[in-house]
């Protein structure tokens, strides 16, 4: 049998990088797949390859998770035999800038907060009364090194993943004595299209993060939360902090130069 064969796994954010590559980690497995985005002109072809890897069954929907009222709306209006969602993964996320706070543009700083820290509000209000109801369920946000530890420019980026670790903290104890689980994977820099949306589009700047050193891969960081939510139903994942071997912290890479 495997891991996850039959379960409902809503990941949002899965048109690219860490969330499609939980979606595909998840289809191995035999997961029935739940998957938004704004982007779903990406669905189609990504739905035919996680049948062909082995999901269950996927259903795709369009999901701004910065719009409450869309949020609670989808959600409320999935399909019976998607409604009774085991696993949330809230993946959704981005960052705007590498900019100093007094110099910052208040616009950045509003989709940042907006997606990572009310839209994972929106979702998680939405997705968990259905888990504590049903009595099983297992929430996973993405939070990071930027949530430990700030570095120059990313202060409202930071901000914003130290939010996710202190909402996960929270819903983790607000939801004891519920069978609910409660997982925060906290990864260090990740090859993802994460840089180019940081930098809208500026492919150069993006690449020049990753140079000179080995970073994580989104089939890394999905092979955690794989992980996660596969431990036996009275073990409760905390956090798990990945990074790849030539990154120490926020601060700290092992790069070497051109
Ligand atoms: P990507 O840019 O590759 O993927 C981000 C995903 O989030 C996309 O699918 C995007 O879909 C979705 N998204 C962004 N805004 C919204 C929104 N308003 N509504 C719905 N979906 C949205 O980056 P990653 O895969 O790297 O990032 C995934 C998560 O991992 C984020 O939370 C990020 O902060 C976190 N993370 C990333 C790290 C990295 O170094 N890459 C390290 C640590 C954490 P679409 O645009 O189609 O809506
Ligand atoms: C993404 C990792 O260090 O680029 O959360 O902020 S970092």
Redesign the pocket.
């Known amino acids: 049998m495997q891991k996850l064969t039959g379960k409902i796994a809503f990941v949002t954010g899965a048109s690219s990088g860490i969330g499609e590559a939980t979606a595909h980690a998840f289809a191995a497995e035999g997961a029935r797949l739940l998957l938004a985005a704004r982007r779903t002109d990406r669905f189609a072809e990504l739905t035919s390859k996680l049948k062909k890897a082995g999901a269950q069954d996927v259903h795709t929907f369009s999901l701004d998770v910065r719009d409450a009222a869309q949020v609670a709306s989808a959600v409320d209006k999935l399909p019976e035999a998607w409604k009774a969602i085991d696993i949330l993964v809230n993946n959704a996320g981005l960052?705007r800038g590498l900019d100093k706070v007094y110099e910052g543009k208040l616009q950045d700083w509003d989709e940042m907060i907006d997606t990572n820290v009310k839209g994972l509000l929106y979702v998680t209000r939405a997705v968990v009364p259905g888990m504590v109801a049903r009595g099983s369920g297992h929430i996973v946000s993405m939070g990071?090194?930027?949530g430990e530890m700030t570095?120059p420019g990313?202060a409202v980026?930071?901000g914003s993943?130290a939010a996710e670790h202190a909402i996960n903290d929270g819903l983790r104890q607000d939801l004891l004595g519920t069978p609910v689980r409660v997982t925060s994977i906290d990864?260090?820099?990740?090859e993802t299209e994460?840089s180019k949306v940081r930098f809208r589009g500026d492919k150069e700047r993006a690449a020049k993060v990753y140079q000179g050193l080995t970073p994580l891969q989104a089939a890394d960081v999905a092979d955690a939360i794989l992980w996660a939510v596969t431990r036996p139903p009275h073990v409760n994942i905390a956090r798990v902090l990945l990074t790849s071997i030539d990154q120490a912290n926020?601060l700290l890479f092992n790069r070497k130069q051109a």
């Open positions: 960052s990071s090194t930027a570095y990313g980026y930071c993943k990864p260090g820099m990740v994460f926020s």
